[in-house]
């Protein structure tokens, strides 16, 4: 899609959705700021009440007194020009690898969306120059270690106050830049921050929030395809279509499960298909497969308001009232709320990932799939004895579904004291969005390998004439069709690690249209 094609996503002080955060930081949207009066007069209302505070001899934290444990240490007036360099610089000790170009540009838009809210006292010069990095795409390299989650990702978002100024690095074209070469190539000049920029900065939760959209939008995704993989395993498996019956769902209407086993019985509608005759029940991986989805969606449904309410807030310190004419002290940088809907998240995901590795253990299990070759081996009677199918497969799954569950221990109840005893309760929301992250990125590998296991299955029972192609519903054709252009039966074994990123990729790219 090129800049004509995409839509403008407004900055202007009003709510921001997650999906925006998501189109920006994939680039499907561009920013585009406020260009009238109101806004602007509004936005530099705040900058203007703190420049009569200065020039008052106002105190004023973090402004005209050091930061923290420091706020008692008062700043001279000739120095405190000064103040928000030292602080970016000294916070320049971030490790770890640096967030990806996805990440970094939804961090980006999240600092962005708070401080268009009005109440961090900056101008709209800054407000500007953000806006212009996303459009331009110069983006900040920001390490992704180091925040406590409080006082907000000080750490990460240090680098994004250095680029304002002119300092560290961007991506630039692709490529890792200085930000002093980036500009130039730009025709961009370096923005210096005024008293309390640097600070309304770095002081809020824009790493954890802008993570934590985009996690959001992967694990919607990944609860539809668990539902149309559930479909594939199903046929395959000779399942019973009865398990996800609208008239049962009514009986108990938690309203994710009710939505996972619509989307299935969709699927699987057709009063022909061939059932267990000898088993009433499936396991649970099948029978159970929309209560586990279920918890999926309505943990989604939980953690989107507490984002959407992050994500529209201004979550710095201190909070400048410049219509009021105040100064509120507080802890608006306490992420809290991201951390724990993150923690509650990454959860449900490795939940499914569990569910559709037991899925997968069924397919490949002679004893379990209802008469599928051992491993769904495509190989003739003559080479069956030399291959193995999905037997790696299948252990990989297990491997990647096991460190999914093991990152499952909640980040948020990890507080750490920091900062002198200043920082005594922190919200750790920044390594709960990593780690969920991370769960993710696990959890759609095991996705990868139980679609194409689950996809070989019906290949199959359509090769054994047990399942006819006119048996398919048509989503669930049209599903096994692009699949099949991408993916080749296994008969010989081969190595699938290439098919396997190229699924995951798919997954990553929203490949298929699903029920939504």
């Not at 007194?65 to 000739?78: E, I, K």
């Not at 920029?197 to 770095?202: T, Y």
């Not at 519903?473 to 699949?483: E, G, H, I, K, L």
């Not at 099949?484 to 081969?494: A, I, S, Y």
């Amino acid at each position: 899609m090129n800049s004509r094609q995409r839509p403008d996503i407004l900055f202007d002080g009003s709510d921001l959705t997650i999906e925006s955060v998501i189109a920006l930081a994939h680039r499907r949207a561009r920013a585009h700021l406020d260009a009238g009066s109101g806004f602007r007069e509004r936005i530099d209302r705040g900058a203007a009440f703190l420049d009569r505070l200065l020039a008052e001899d106002g105190v004023i934290y973090g402004v005209t007194t050091g930061y923290g444990d420091s706020c008692q240490v008062s700043v001279p007036a000739d120095q405190v020009d000064s103040l928000p360099r030292h602080l970016y610089t000294f916070h320049g000790c971030g490790l770890g690898e640096p967030f990806g170009l996805v990440e970094s540009r939804a961090i980006l838009a999240a600092r962005l969306a708070s401080l268009a809210r009005g109440y961090s006292g900056v101008r709209y010069a800054l407000l500007q120059h953000l806006a212009r990095l996303l459009h331009e795409d110069i983006i900040p390299v920001m390490p992704s270690e180091g925040s406590v989650g409080a006082s907000g990702d000080l750490t990460p978002l240090s680098y994004l106050a250095a680029v304002v100024e002119g300092e560290r690095e961007v991506w630039y074209r692709g490529q890792r830049r200085p930000t002093a070469e980036a500009y130039r190539a730009a025709g961009i000049s370096a923005l210096p921050l005024r008293p309390k920029e640097g600070l309304a900065i770095m002081n809020g939760t824009a790493a954890m929030t802008g993570i934590a959209c985009l996690a959001i939008g992967r694990a919607r995704y990944l609860a539809q395809l668990a539902a149309r993989i559930t479909s594939l395993c199903s046929l395959g498996l000779k399942g019973n279509d009865f398990h996800f019956d609208p008239r049962l769902f009514a009986t108990k209407p938690h309203p994710g499960q009710t939505r996972a086993a619509q989307w299935i019985y969709s699927d699987l509608q057709h009063t022909d298909l061939p059932r267990n005759s000898d088993r009433l029940q499936d396991r649970y991986s099948l029978r159970c497969a929309p209560h586990v989805i279920g918890v999926l969606l309505d943990t989604l449904d939980f953690a989107d308001k507490l984002l959407t309410v992050e994500l529209n807030s201004a979550n710095d310190n201190p909070i400048i009232d410049a219509e009021g004419e105040h100064v509120l002290h507080g802890g608006h940088f306490y992420g809290g709320h991201v951390a724990m809907a993150m923690d509650s998240l990454k959860t449900a995901v490795a939940n499914v990932a569990d569910l559709l590795d037991r899925q997968l253990a069924q397919l490949v299990d002679p004893k379990m799939n209802h008469g599928l070759p051992a491993n769904l081996s495509g190989a003739t009677a003559g080479s069956r004895a030399l291959n193995h199918g999905f037997k790696a497969v299948q252990i990989g799954c297990s491997a990647w579904t096991a460190e999914a569950l093991k990152g499952c221990m909640p980040a948020s109840v990890f507080s750490r004291s920091t900062e002198c005893h200043n920082q005594d309760k922190v919200s750790m929301g920044t390594i709960a969005a990593r780690d969920c992250q991370r769960v993710l990125t696990l959890s759609e590998q095991v996705a990868a390998g139980a679609l194409l296991a689950a996809w070989q299955a019906v290949q199959l029972r359509l090769r054994a004439g047990e399942l006819a192609p006119s048996q398919l519903s048509p989503a669930v054709s049209d599903f096994v069709q692009q699949t099949g252009e991408g993916f080749q039966l296994v008969e010989e074994d081969r190595a699938l690690e290439g098919d396997l990123r190229a699924t995951c990729q798919a997954i990553a790219n929203t490949g298929w249209a699903l029920y939504e």
